[in-house]
């Protein structure tokens, strides 16, 4: 019989990567899917076929509940959040419900239907935050400066909870930055790599950014969602840092995703003081040393043939866009 997982946040980046991995592995792939009043289907398109996707939310106990019902399945990968760290500043609130009790609803309901699911948690290297050392591995201090960073913390230890206080078999992959031509557009990598394409194709000249300095440990999404079904497959339980361990500056991005299209950034990209965070983390990298011994995991793109892809993934879609529109 095929396994089974349910994957919430499936629309999502990271949903699209781990669906399409699980379903390569031959597992049977449910997702979990808000309801809105346009599909956004966009990213898991070409598996929708493939896929059984049900209606629940974050916010809905009852919808949880009556999904893992449903579904019953084996292995539950819950990467649904609130993810984009300016929102978390301008509605801190919705922020909580989703990322951080969120995790508390899905692990509430995998107790009260089937308290033998393998339950993953994508957590984020943003509940480092300010950290006192560097790297940053599983021992490292939280230290959270966003509402996203304190709600990825909590959505951490609950799960920790609830694996020492039920012994249910709850992970928590303390992921650094990941990125793919997938990635939303309103992230650095993305929003840069996006812009690139418009300005080398003439449809836009200038790219708005906000801390040119901040250092961060970006890997590839597709690497970060191989580590997370690894952890469901070990003996027992336990928490990974998944990162590749180098750190760029948002600087060097610029350099290598222009340099990519044949431009000089420092002639297209405006500082806006307005994208300047009320508190920032200046500088993340991380140490997956446990992930390599214990899952056998290793990152397997470097940092600048990620941004050239996702470069050539944008002038390629832009391309076609403009020459749909005529
Ligand atoms: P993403 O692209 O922003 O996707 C988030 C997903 O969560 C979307 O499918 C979204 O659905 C869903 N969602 C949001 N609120 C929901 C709700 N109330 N009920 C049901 N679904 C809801 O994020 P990602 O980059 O794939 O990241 C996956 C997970 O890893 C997230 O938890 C993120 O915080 C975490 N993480 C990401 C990174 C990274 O660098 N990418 C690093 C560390 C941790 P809609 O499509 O309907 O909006």
Known sequence: MKRRALITGITGQDGAYLAEFLLAKDYEVHGMVRRSSTENFERIEHLHHLLALHQADLLDQLSLINLLQEVRPREVYNLAAQSFIPTSFQQPLLTGEFTALGVTRVLEAIRLVDAEIRFFQA????????????????????????????????????????????????????????????????????????????IKLGLQT???????????????????????????????????????????????????????????????????????????VNTLRGDARKAREILGWRPTVAFPELIRTMVDADLERVRKEAGDRG
Not at 181 to 191: A, Y
Not at 226 to 246: H, K, N
């Open 123 to 198: 957590t984020s290297s943003e509940v480092f935050g300010n950290a006192r050392e560097e790297p940053q591995n599983e021992q490292t201090y939280f230290r959270p400066r966003s509402p996203y960073g304190a709600s990825k913390a909590y959505g951490h230890w609950i799960a920790v909870n609830y694996r020492e206080s039920y012994r249910i078999f709850a992970c928590s992959g303390i992921m650094f930055n990941h990125e793919s031509p997938l990635r939303g557009k309103e992230f650095v990598t993305r929003k840069t790599t996006d812009a690139v394409a418009r």
């Open 206 to 280: 200038e790219l708005t950014l906000g801390n040119l300095d901040a250092m961060r440990d970006w890997g590839f999404a597709g690497d970060y969602v191989r580590a997370a079904w690894l952890m469901l497959q070990q003996d027992a339980p336990d928490d990974y840092v998944i990162a590749t361990g180098e750190k760029h500056s948002v600087r060097e991005m610029l350099d290598i995703a222009f340099g990519h299209a044949g431009l000089n950034w420092q002639e297209h990209v405006r500082i806006d003081p307005k994208l300047l965070r009320p508190a920032d």
